[in-house]
């Protein structure tokens, strides 16, 4: 939660900066190609980018740093974007969605990363302006996710620079929607360490990063499900920004975040499991402690129950004189204690 | 649950408070406004409201304090509102709904606040009438939190003054709806210290703190799956009160809904997690609780036993009168208790 | 489950009373009135009440006691109604429904009691066939539900007597459904009676206690869930006999019972926190006696060894025979004891 | 699960029996009737009971014993049944459906029975195919369940002769429905006994009770969910197999099936509370053991320390020479154990 | 997980392999038939398998080894497939799914296999492009899993040669869903092996047993939940490929995984029961062990005392010198044992 409350009572659309910065400086990178020529060109202020070029050349505008909020003014009306949208892109704690705006397709979603180290996940806001010949996106920092995809353009791979704006916007979302996988398959691993720990011998530490794992498998699924349907949303949408021919690779999309999500379901029912493992075996093992010291007690409690009798001070005790009368104890007790044992094995707990 | 059972038998529609009377004294306020001036009004009683000046003068009643029925009853008459809804209005116990009348909506919801030291919420019912050319507000007690819409009002910032009276209907709601935010960012930092004790070491009072965010997530819910029923029922609204550009506003509202329920079903999520951390943590202290007085019990139990063996008063024990007895007793015991202490350590209970 | 196996093998439709007898007498009412006139009359046998008088008089016939078979026979015949109609008003086990046979609405619901010392809720099945100009509701008995609609009646106040048979059919719906709400407040009060018991000290009355409330919130939500899709099929009823003035209050009504059901939700959400918040603090003080034992135990076992080692009577023992003796090994037991507190004491145990 | 796997790489169609042989002799019955008369047959082989009479007599041909292929292959080959349906017959672990093959309806479901003595529950499969003029059923066995309808037949009682072979069918149907009834009042009394047992003493008999009873609920539930769907289906069928005077039996149908299903739903909860009690009181009766052990041991452990410091045989111990040090140390173990004892009360624990 | 990580950042319908390489040589099988002939060709390229003989015969293509990558881009090239079902069929992770292309339905799904020694599951990823006159299947290896269907087509038994293509690619995905019951049968002997166990004593190796069961369970569910609506998708397939009487036979396949989807839902259920009545079991057992300790510990414990009383050395004990003291002393001990005896079945603890 990164205090919206602190927009109560202004404005809707007013523009504000709602979240961390994660930059010093602000940059906007321009990217513009046709299937013949790629040309970049980098600014510290988005004004200086307009105007885009004409058609049939395809303009990648690519804001950097949200907290310079002119910048994304700017895009606003140059562009022709609806308040509403611009303050979303700055409020960074938005839900995945698409938005149709006729003109041009508003689509936010979240980008993964995950620290091995830490057993913690980062999230980063991407907001995407899909429109006729331009893409704009606006992102909170640049962690380098999209260079596989610039080197695309600049090398003419692929149907990239042949394909519209749409396919762009298509390949920039498909590059984040990727970025899930690999989380999922760290925690994957985790997941299968506990699993293996757990079936060993279960301590407090396994229990601690079990719940880490499921508490974000919560959280994950919280990003994923609006995604889910955000691409659901882009495949229904009636504008006619996207195009028929990449209306199939969205689809192929949509099967990514249904993988996703399938996976997160099945880790958090896996992760409840484990949970559920580790407190039978922790009960098993407090039953384990438990027996030990009833067996051991059970055994001696009584033995030294018949030692106290002989060690008592009367004067009159006729047992104590016989010749025989220790031996016969220790007998006696050697017995007991026979019985005893023979007794926990029948009940099965040796 | 505030007496609703009192009002079984009665006439539908019939105008009795059910609530809690939150002030003394029941205010009128009127503000009126074009783009070009705003004229503001104070009464005690609501005849005096009346008549409302025509278009294109747009006019915001604010009735506070519901146990005044007289006033609620006079709204009704000079707007010709149906009985049923003016039985709401004072019933303070609503589902938050909409319901369409053609001529005007009625939108009921709650204001939430949370007090941070109590770590209780409070809730306060507004009911809106939103028709052509006027919004009429019905509320418990005043808790300032419209002040900042009046300010933007008074100062003609924004679009508010130059929209009709749909876009005022929706920045009441805005506001109302903004107020959870608030509490739920509260109680996500109650959350973080409640996993954050747990993690250290878990005792009663955590317990209690995470059953009670437990019970205000379940209640919270409550309140909010039908306010997302109901912003959704007013994008569907097919009454022409709501006009093209305001329903983007409204889809936004939607949006803050959605995100406010996501948050709300983490928490819920988050809190069982915890309450299951919780069992599981009690459950290792117990065992480790159980380990202690086994091994201390285990290991000197049976010393003891040896000890009183010893201790017996039989006439013929010749053990007793061997010079190393002692020593050798001792030394036997060192014996025993250091297999004990060997057997723990191969089962890590040490 | 009221033995609905005895019917099985007979003709679909036949008249067979499936269910408890409540009072001795069945009884026959006929209510019949104009916005002029009241006319009441009581019989013994349904038959006699026919035939109705014409419009614009409004007929309601109140059937009481379902075990005079013959009654509901009579009014089937009277007034044409299905035979499976007649049977579902005879088997006293009906899932509330509203079956729409055109000329007429078929509608069952329950009707609830609390017993609020013996903690039962009781429940009462009640037909109603709402027609043209006529109202007949059968009862099992008669629990005086209907009395201040009764009056209102007579008095003429409200709407009751200038509207149609619809309205008089809805009016009695109202009456049964806001018997939920009354239930639903005594079982709030039993709740929060057990939260406070729980949080003081659980014992296991609380947790029948609360056993039984969840039990209760189970069954009635059995009720409540079907009388949901009842009234709200009640709202999409095709058939003519619900005048578009009634359909309003039949939406107020629909409210009611999704605010009741949102209750019991509520409820079963909180019983079952009960439950688990009970399961946890029974093991803390499960805990807590565990420490209580593990900390005499495993200062007093140790030093118990101690003194039973110079209780032993072997003939050289040099210990016992030195000066100080007696007092240092009081003194060692002395700071053996000091080092298990400080120990414990570290470990959060005291 | 009854083998389903032995059919894998068959052809499709193939007719091969998929269950248990539960008579040796297969039959087949034949019943043909008009309002006026009734003839009935009885074959060994299927194909002696072609050609049916035509109409306006309805032929009613019941099948038993699904081990006898060629009595299905030639009923499948004298009415034109598809090679799936004839399959779907010989197969006994079917889900309940309807499948509408335009000249006629093929139905299964389950019958159930239910063994008071061994708490279990059999099914048996039914299958019908219901066309114009003729119903034939398919079954394992014969449990005398349609003995009650025949009678009916015979006798010509209620609506079964007069109308056609689609009420026939609703009429099998209807009694194989019933039998659910009849399970689940069986299912409740012991239900009812298990609350019972638990509330007075719980004891591992009853664990096993209840756990059964939950496995046969989910049991339970997964035939009577797609029960529920058939006869919804049913009643969706476009087939004019069908007429509308059926129709309203069938929605009767439908009714008994959706109480049938909440009933299962009530039981499935009230069982998973009943494991949940299980657990708590459990846990209870284990607090209850442990303090009993905690109080006594706790009182008597310091008090044998005592009396062990003075059966150490110190040669200087001055205590023992005291007149009254032995009353002394009894007097002092007495005040230490009421100590105790006012602790353990105020604790709560006595 | 795959690693399908490894593709992200690369053009959507790049063909590489992501999975496990399961044999050395790819091998493409080519069957070609008619109702009269059948011709049977084996190739290590796929290139050598084109062109198909055109209609009326028919072309079934097996590709098998997908590392053998270029194969498929020849099937791809030679018959016009869009590249992303390509990148799909190498993707050896994907969701089961249909694809309708209109002149070729793409089909992926899972083909299962059970280890009933390991307890174990595997999956292999079938893939079926389903075109006018030809099937092109793409397996990982061959299992084996096709012989039975092979046969049918050399010997020319069933629909299988007289039908078209979209027979063919029925039969194949019946194969490979009836795979399922045979995995589920195995699933539910250990099931029922594991619940025998339980009833019987349960220990820590049923306790994996049932985790691993149920994590089969969620793992299983997590094929079949979209091969459902994979199936059911095929049904609404409006390409017209599928002939209506091939519809039918699909309607089959749905019903049959329908009730693989029961079976696993109801696994599902059932090892959360088994693994909540494990709880409840070693509750009871622990519960047990702590009757067993308490009961010897409460009977000796007060009686170690008083011989220990008996065996102070006080100069002044009366009670030593008496001549009946020893005898009264433990007359008076097998009292104390017999009340406590008698409060212990009271309690029925014995």
Same mark, same amino acid.
């Given at each position: 939660?990164?205090?919206?409350?602190?927009?109560?009572?202004?404005?809707?659309?007013?523009?504000?900066?709602?979240?961390?910065?994660?930059?010093?400086?602000?940059?906007?990178?321009?990217?513009?190609?046709?299937?013949?020529?790629?040309?970049?060109?980098?600014?510290?202020?988005?004004?200086?980018?307009?105007?885009?070029?004409?058609?049939?050349?395809?303009?990648?505008?690519?804001?950097?740093?949200?907290?310079?909020?002119?910048?994304?003014?700017?895009?606003?009306?140059?562009?022709?974007?609806?308040?509403?949208?611009?303050?979303?892109?700055?409020?960074?704690?938005?839900?995945?969605?698409?938005?149709?705006?006729? @003109? $041009? &397709?508003?689509?936010? !979603?979240?980008?993964?990363?995950? /620290? %091995?180290?830490? =057993?913690?996940?980062?999230?980063?806001?991407?907001?995407?302006?899909?429109?006729?010949?331009?893409?704009?996106?606006?992102?909170?920092?640049?962690?380098?996710?999209?260079?596989?995809?610039?080197?695309?353009?600049?090398?003419?791979?692929?149907?990239?620079?042949?394909?519209?704006? @749409? $396919? &762009?916007?298509?390949? !920039?979302?498909?590059?984040?929607? /990727? %970025?899930?996988? =690999?989380?999922?398959?760290?925690?994957?691993?985790?997941?299968?360490?506990?699993?293996?720990?757990?079936?060993?011998?279960?301590?407090?530490?396994?229990?601690?990063?079990?719940?880490?794992?499921?508490?974000?498998?919560?959280?994950?699924?919280?990003?994923?499900?609006?995604?889910?349907?955000?691409?659901?949303?882009?495949?229904?949408?009636?504008?006619?920004?996207?195009?028929?021919?990449?209306?199939?690779?969205?689809?192929?999309?949509?099967?990514?975040?249904?993988?996703?999500?399938?996976?997160?379901?099945?880790?958090?029912?896996?992760?409840?499991?484990?949970?559920?493992?580790?407190?039978?075996?922790?009960?098993?093992?407090?039953?384990?402690?438990?027996?030990?010291?009833?067996?051991?007690?059970?055994?001696?409690?009584?033995?030294?129950?018949?030692?106290?009798?002989?060690?008592?001070?009367?004067?009159?005790?006729?047992?104590?004189?016989?010749?025989?009368?220790?031996?016969?104890?220790?007998?006696?007790?050697?017995?007991?204690?026979?019985?005893?044992?023979?007794?926990?094995?029948?009940?099965?707990?040796?």
């Amino acid at each position: 939660m990164e205090r919206a409350s602190e927009k109560a009572g202004m404005t809707p659309g007013s523009l504000l900066f709602v979240g961390e910065k994660r930059l010093d400086e602000a940059v906007v990178r321009r990217i513009t190609y046709t299937s013949d020529w790629v040309r970049e060109f980098e600014f510290s202020a988005a004004n200086d980018a307009f105007p885009f070029e004409s058609a049939p050349a395809i303009t990648w505008l690519d804001v950097i740093g949200l907290h310079e909020t002119p910048n994304i003014e700017a895009v606003g009306s140059a562009l022709g974007i609806h308040p509403l949208v611009l303050e979303d892109i700055l409020h960074t704690s938005q839900r995945p969605k698409v938005d149709d705006y006729g @003109d $041009y &397709l508003y689509v936010v !979603l979240k980008g993964l990363t995950f /620290d %091995s180290e830490a =057993h913690e996940f980062g999230s980063q806001q991407l907001s995407l302006i899909i429109g006729w010949g331009f893409v704009v996106s606006f992102r909170e920092g640049d962690n380098g996710a999209f260079l596989p995809l610039l080197e695309r353009l600049r090398a003419g791979r692929g149907r990239i620079r042949t394909y519209g704006s @749409d $396919y &762009l916007g298509y390949a !920039l979302l498909d590059v984040v929607i /990727d %970025s899930y996988f =690999h989380v999922l398959e760290q925690m994957g691993e985790v997941l299968e360490d506990c699993e293996e720990a757990l079936v060993g011998h279960p301590d407090r530490d396994v229990l601690e990063q079990v719940y880490r794992l499921q508490r974000d498998a919560v959280s994950l699924r919280r990003h994923v499900w609006p995604l889910r349907e955000a691409v659901a949303g882009l495949q229904r949408a009636e504008s006619g920004v996207l195009s028929g021919d990449v209306q199939v690779f969205i689809r192929d999309l949509y099967d990514h975040t249904l993988r996703i999500f399938d996976t997160i379901e099945t880790y958090r029912e896996m992760t409840a499991l484990l949970l559920e493992l580790y407190l039978s075996s922790s009960n098993n093992r407090m039953t384990e402690v438990m027996k030990t010291l009833t067996i051991i007690a059970t055994i001696f409690i009584p033995l030294t129950f018949i030692v106290g009798v002989y060690g008592m001070n009367f004067a009159n005790m006729p047992e104590l004189h016989w010749d025989w009368g220790y031996f016969g104890v220790l007998g006696l007790m050697l017995g007991i204690a026979f019985c005893m044992l023979w007794y926990f094995r029948r009940k099965h707990w040796l």
